[in-house]
């Protein structure tokens, strides 16, 4: 008898002294690894409601392997820009991923600063996050619009946004982001899954610790160095249906845009247009009637092919280098000069 008692006695003190290890882990990852504000070595924080975001006044200097050195910061909230709310000028906003948020460009040297030295009537608010899907930069939005009042928004697309829109081809295609568990929209309402997770216990332990986050984090990133990268050309034989779905639900996304800004208009344009994709994104904006800046893709091809180093890739990124943003600067500052209707204050 006495050797059971022992015997739950030592697996009492065996499973009370592992709670507390993992009570003490957890208050280290949450207090000094896993802050909930960013620090200088992460340009990403954890946000709630959008899952990760944009690092709160980050401040860089340093080389960046493929696009030199640079010197990136950001402001309140993450933002790029973040303007003078009453200003007298025109308000334009800028939504976008990756490409908009450009962590490798330094700040004056991307399309919107080109964009804002052209027209001085413009007040700059812009904020971009790597890996974000359209439902993310709609959260945005949603979040920012009845502060900033923007009288014009500026919508970049990319051409994995609409499997990154989608639950069932995100759980496909292996992207650097599975790890974080993402906003989707289903039934026209907004749901948040680990498209790398299909266990519900393993779901609620990453969601709610933060070291088995962080774990999980480093086990993913690893998974997805060292993993095949997919060719959307060969997925869309094999899956015809699910991306067939993913169009439906970027359009409806966009649907929720438009009836978020309400009367404030929305200018659209995409940074790529691979193969597969074709001209979805112009073709869903005409019939939602956003306007919609075309050849963004083909004069960066164009510029690429003649020989002009456009992007990282020397470094095999393949966003656009300060040269790449000048070129599209340049684009999206002659639509605007030649359609100068949508330059103007919103009476409200």
Known sequence: MKKIINFFKGITLAVVSSLILLCVIEIIFRTIILPEESNEDDCYTFLKGIEWGAAVRFDFKGVVEGFGYVEYTTQIDGFRHFGKIDTKKIKLLVLGDSFTECSMISDGETYYDYL????????LFVYGCGGYS???EYIIL???IDIIKPDLILWQFCSNDPYENNLELNKIIDMHHHHLRRPYIEKNKIIYKYSAINNFFLEKLVRNLFFAKWIFIKLNYYRASNNKIYDSDDLIKRYPEKFKNSFKTTEMI???IIKRAGLVPIIAFSVDRDTWLDKHFENVCSKLKIPFIPGIPEIITKAKNSGLIIDGSSAKDYHWNKKGHEIAGKKIT?????NPQF???ITR
Do not use: P, R
């Open 134 to 136: 359209n439902i993310q």
């Open 343 to 345: 330059l103007k204050k």
């Open 254 to 256: 966009l649907k929720k």
């Open 116 to 123: 804002g030295k052209k027209f001085d009537e413009i007040e």
């Open 142 to 144: 949603d979040k920012c």
């Open 334 to 338: 002659n639509f605007f000069k030649t």
